[in-house]
């Protein structure tokens, strides 16, 4: 009984990885074969079905790399990516992605009503269906009245937002988003991270990659640190963000002859709304301190145990 | 016109060429199987290297099997769009204005207006139509893959040959749409150009009378227009002919009678000038000037050995022999129409032309009609209708008149046989000069049928530009399309250099091989005299045969844009076999079908994000 039940959970678990790298690895080279450059070192990676994962690191640290390796754009050095568990360079999986690139490679000759009939096309939507996804996908990302204008025409922060749109044509479980929030005003910024989080809140899988620190710590729930090339800290952002090893107490209502006082003095001078706990540090801070500690002791970095992940790594 | 090669039959004629395709096809896969093997493995290793091959044609086959008809489409409509938010329809505009400079520039008093209006705008239809959907193929997919646009198509469920084929069909598509523009708009500016008319005045016509004085018609000449007028031969009523000038005639009547009691004329439109002759061929052979036969007829010395000649005043004779002869298909007799070419050794009376003979026999009796006269005029088609009563030579030299088809033709085969009268002149001709008009075609539809022709190259142009742009960028892309047609253009020079190197026979293309040609131009030495045999011309020799080898190989299986071009037949007046056609059109498919497989294979190949 307790090995089915094992199965069985080993079984969901498999369901539940919706993307999945093994000692994935991308080496560019030259037109003689020879090493260019190193764009992605040996990475392990299970991203589950439902959560917003965040792929964070300077740029080149390969994060781009490593989506473009997902979607099949470029082929691997070594090792193996498995989205939906199907090879990445298998076309089939494309039906159930939607990718918005980093500087939304798009038609400039097209409109935004056009642009979305296109994509739609090739996902064999049919007229009426192709239509209707478009009007509300144009409507959802504000670009109603500038339908039928050339996305030429086009400012960037509008043309990210019909990339978001072309992404979402096929109602995809899974959504790939390089640098969503470049190119956006502060008002399209928190626009977007509605909208990442309203496709998680609809079962959606949503892979980002960012080094804007806010938007990831605001919306994603695990993340991997990517610097040059290589996984340095992989986990839940709670888990990541959080300051072992010292004890922080916040208090209201705290008068200032108090303060002195540990957890039983403040007790007995009947303070409310005590908080111990561990105290957190920001995703800035976290990400400064793994790109200094890089430089200074290039290598692969001790990673933290992934204590509230569903699933160790 | 001239035919070099006989028009095969399509169906004795596809199974070889389908063979032919296939052992290409194979031999050009294998190369290219082995040199990505040989790249990979010196990256891979040999065995890893043979896996990522097999992997790789698996994947490629699998990709070109599962390729959605829907899916090309709306790449297909994606080219298109491109196309025409790129202006491509100013090229419309540039053929309007070729249309009015050659309005200008071509002279309406041409000898042979329908060649010369004819050949002009068909290859400038051709020229730009294949141009256009060249430059928008080759530059369409590197400048996708330049914007990475092409990483948001790739990353829908769109398949590699989707993206070639989408290509093909959208370019394609809109070569189609304005070579039907500018076919359409090159037919009526042609239609229009030849298209004149004369003026009969009364006072230019002259009664003729018959023996006992009584008028039995009239004959004049029509009034001089575009650089030519007609002789004018009219009956008792006033109705005629104006005869054949500059390749066409005019149909007079009588329109009534002017106030000074002299009839007035109206002059018809031309006639036979914008037709579509179906000529029934022959085979040709020739008789020697003692009267034997002979493989060929007389070099006169001319390079191009396409005619052969016949010496005046002998008993060389040229000798056609004509299959499927029945009066079902000529029931007013034969109408032989021919092209004679003279060598003239004296100039004689140069407005005379070179008088000689015809005459029919039947090839299994050999009984002959008497001999019908002509006279050869150069750069004319000259007709002569053989009656079905006519006159036979019989073997005491009397004349008894006979049935054509009863007594001179024999299973369906009649033998012409053509002589020259005047010593020391010679008649020029080819199996294709001599043919029986065994009816016409609409000229609209052999004009179609051109376009049809016109419509194969861009086809191959538009396949072959979306095929380099796989793995090159544009503007390489261009010119390794160009030089592949370049190459393709002198694909039978250079199978004739070849053999010529091979065999050793410097007649077949004088001056050697590339390095024996520079050192020649280098030297000044003439290409017909002969180098003598040193060792440093024998390694030349050697070496230009290692460097034409791939080139030969190279042109037997680039296309030819010159061969698929029919615009000769519609130019001579002579209609469009449906046998070429079709042959042009398999041969075009092979080509459309091995550039997509081909460039399917480098796309997928290739890192479009990288």
């Given at each position: ?9 080993s ?12 000692n ?11 090493s ?12 589950r ?6 792929l ?5 640290a ?5 989506l473009k390796?997902?979607?099949?754009l470029?082929?691997p050095?070594?090792?193996e ?9 298998d ?9 918005l ?48 204008r ?19 044509i ?6 790939i988003?390089?640098?969503?929030t ?10 977007m991270?509605d ?7 609809r079962?959606?899988t949503v892979i ?25 800290e ?25 303060a ?32 200094r ?13 992934e204590s ?5 790594e | 016109?001239?035919?070099?090669q ?5 169906a ?12 290409a ?12 093997w ?8 040999p065995?890893a ?9 698996l ?31 100013v090229?419309l505009a ?5 249309l009015?400079?050659?309005?200008w520039f ?10 010369l209006?004819?050949?002009f ?5 051709n020229?730009l ?15 996708d893959?330049k ?5 948001t198509v ?16 959208g370019?394609a ?12 708009a090159g037919?009526?500016f ?6 004149h ?10 009664d003729?009378t ?21 002789r ?24 009534g009678?002017?106030?000074?009691g ?12 914008l037709?579509?002759?179906r000529?029934?061929r022959g ?5 020697d ?11 006169v010395?001319a ?5 052969q ?26 109408p032989?129409?021919?092209i ?24 299994t ?9 002509i006279v ?26 006979v ?24 008649y ?9 008009r065994?009816?016409?075609?609409s000229?609209a ?5 051109s376009?049809l022709?016109i ?5 191959i142009?538009t396949?072959?530009?979306?095929m380099?742009?796989?793995f090159?960028?544009?503007p ?16 039978d ?14 007649s ?12 020649r ?11 003598d045999?040193?060792p440093?011309v ?5 070496l ?8 030969r190989?190279?042109a037997?299986i ?22 070429l ?8 498919f ?13 796309l997928?190949?290739r890192?479009v994000?990288?």
């Amino acid at each position: 009984m307790a090995q089915a039940t094992s199965r069985s959970d080993s079984r969901r678990d498999a369901s539940d990885v919706v993307v999945e790298t093994r000692n994935l690895s991308k080496v560019y080279r030259d037109f003689w074969g020879r090493s260019k450059k190193t764009a992605l070192k040996p990475l392990d990676l299970d991203v589950r079905r439902g959560e917003i994962f965040g792929l964070l690191g300077p740029n080149g640290a390969g994060k781009t790399t490593t989506l473009k390796l997902l979607l099949g754009l470029i082929f691997p050095t070594s090792g193996e990516a498995l989205v939906f568990g199907r090879a990445a360079t298998d076309v089939s999986k494309n039906e159930r992605i939607g990718y918005l690139p980093e500087e939304s490679y798009l038609y400039k000759f097209l409109d935004a009503e056009e642009t979305l009939d296109f994509y739609g096309r090739l996902f064999g939507l049919d007229p009426d269906e192709r239509r209707r996804r478009a009007a509300a996908l144009i409507e959802m990302v504000g670009l109603t009245r500038d339908r039928k204008r050339q996305l030429r025409e086009y400012s960037k922060g509008m043309t990210r937002r019909i990339g978001v749109a072309q992404a979402l044509i096929n109602d995809p479980e899974l959504v790939i988003l390089d640098e969503p929030t470049s190119g956006l005003d502060p008002i399209g910024t928190r626009e977007m991270k509605d909208l990442i989080i309203d496709l998680k809140a609809r079962g959606k899988t949503v892979i980002m990659c960012s080094h804007l620190l806010a938007d990831v710590e605001d919306v994603c729930d695990r993340i991997a640190v990517l610097h040059q090339g290589e996984l340095k800290e992989l986990g839940r952002v709670e888990d990541l963000l959080r300051v072992t090893g010292v004890t922080q107490i916040q208090a209201t209502g705290l008068s200032p002859a108090a303060a002195a006082e540990v957890k039983a003095v403040l007790e007995r001078h009947g303070a409310a709304d005590i908080d111990i706990g561990n105290p957190r540090t920001t995703l800035e801070d976290l990400f400064l301190e793994v790109v200094r500690d890089t430089e200074a002791r290039p290598g692969r970095r001790a990673r933290r145990t992934e204590s509230a992940a569903p699933r160790a790594e | 016109m001239v035919l070099e090669q006989e028009i095969p039959r399509f169906a004795s004629w596809i199974g070889l060429a389908f063979l032919q395709y296939l052992a290409a096809a194979g031999v050009a896969a294998v190369v290219a199987a082995l040199l990505t093997w040989l790249a990979q493995a010196i990256g891979n290793g040999p065995l890893a290297g043979g896996d990522r091959v097999y992997r790789g044609v698996l994947a490629g086959l699998a990709d070109i099997l599962a390729t959605s008809p829907r899916r090309v489409w709306a790449l297909a409509r994606l080219a298109i769009q491109e196309s025409l938010r790129r202006n491509v329809l100013v090229v419309l505009a540039m053929f309007a204005l070729i249309l009015l400079f050659a309005g200008w520039f071509l002279d309406p008093a041409s000898v042979d207006p329908r060649r010369l209006y004819v050949g002009f705008i068909l290859a400038a239809t051709n020229l730009l139509v294949c141009l256009v959907t060249l430059v928008l193929a080759v530059f369409s997919l590197p400048a996708d893959i330049k914007s990475r646009a092409i990483q948001t198509v790739t990353t829908k469920p769109v398949r590699t040959a989707e993206i070639v084929l989408g290509r093909i069909v959208g370019f394609a598509t809109v070569g189609t749409c304005l070579l039907a523009i500018m076919g359409l708009a090159g037919w009526a500016f042609v239609v229009r150009s030849v298209s004149h008319g004369h003026v009969l005045d009364a006072a230019d016509v002259f009664d003729v009378t018959d023996g006992d004085g009584a008028v039995s018609g009239a004959e004049g000449r029509t009034s001089l227009d575009r650089g030519h007028r007609h002789r004018v031969v009219l009956d008792g009523r006033g109705g005629g002919v104006a005869e054949t000038a500059h390749g066409h005639r005019h149909r007079i009547t009588v329109t009534g009678t002017a106030a000074s009691g002299e009839r007035t004329y109206a002059v018809g439109s031309p006639l036979g000038l914008l037709e579509a002759r179906r000529p029934l061929r022959g085979r040709l052979r020739f008789l020697d000037r003692e009267g034997r036969p002979a493989i060929k007829g007389i070099s006169v010395g001319a390079e191009w050995s396409y005619r052969q000649y016949i010496e005046g005043g002998t008993a060389a004779a040229a000798i056609w022999t004509f299959e499927g002869v029945t009066p079902e298909r000529f029931p007013e007799g034969l109408p032989l129409e021919m092209i004679v070419r003279v060598f003239r050794t004296y100039k004689g009376n140069i407005e005379d032309g070179i008088h000689g003979t015809i005459q029919v026999r039947n090839p299994t009796s050999s009984l002959r009609s008497e001999s019908l006269p002509i006279v050869a005029r150069e750069h004319t088609i000259d007709s002569l209708l053989i009656p079905r009563r006519i006159n036979t030579v019989m073997a005491d030299g009397s004349l008894r008149e006979v049935d054509l088809f009863t007594d001179l033709v024999s299973d369906g085969r009649i033998e012409v046989w053509l002589q020259c009268l005047e010593p020391a002149q010679y008649y020029g001709v080819a199996q294709a000069d001599f043919y029986l008009r065994s009816g016409d075609g609409s000229f609209a539809v052999n004009y179609a049928k051109s376009c049809l022709g016109i419509w194969y190259s861009m086809l191959i142009c538009t396949a072959l530009g979306v095929m380099f742009s796989t793995f090159l960028s544009g503007p390489v892309a261009l010119v390794a399309a160009l030089a592949t047609l370049l190459v393709g253009q002198f694909r039978d020079f250079i199978a004739r250099l070849f053999t010529s190197q091979v065999t050793g026979d410097s007649s077949i293309v004088p001056g050697g091989g590339p390095i024996e040609s520079l050192y020649r131009i280098v030297t000044q030495t003439s290409i017909t005299l002969e180098l003598d045999p040193t060792p440093a011309v024998q390694v030349m020799k050697v070496l230009d045969t290692v460097l034409l080898a791939p080139m030969r190989l190279a042109a037997s299986i680039f296309p030819s844009l010159a061969s698929l071009g029919t615009s000769d037949f519609v130019a001579g007046g002579f209609d469009i076999p449906g046998d070429l056609l079709a042959a042009h059109g398999a041969e075009t498919f092979g080509y459309v079908l091995a550039c997509f497989i081909a460039g399917v294979f480098c796309l997928k190949a290739r890192e479009v994000a990288s």
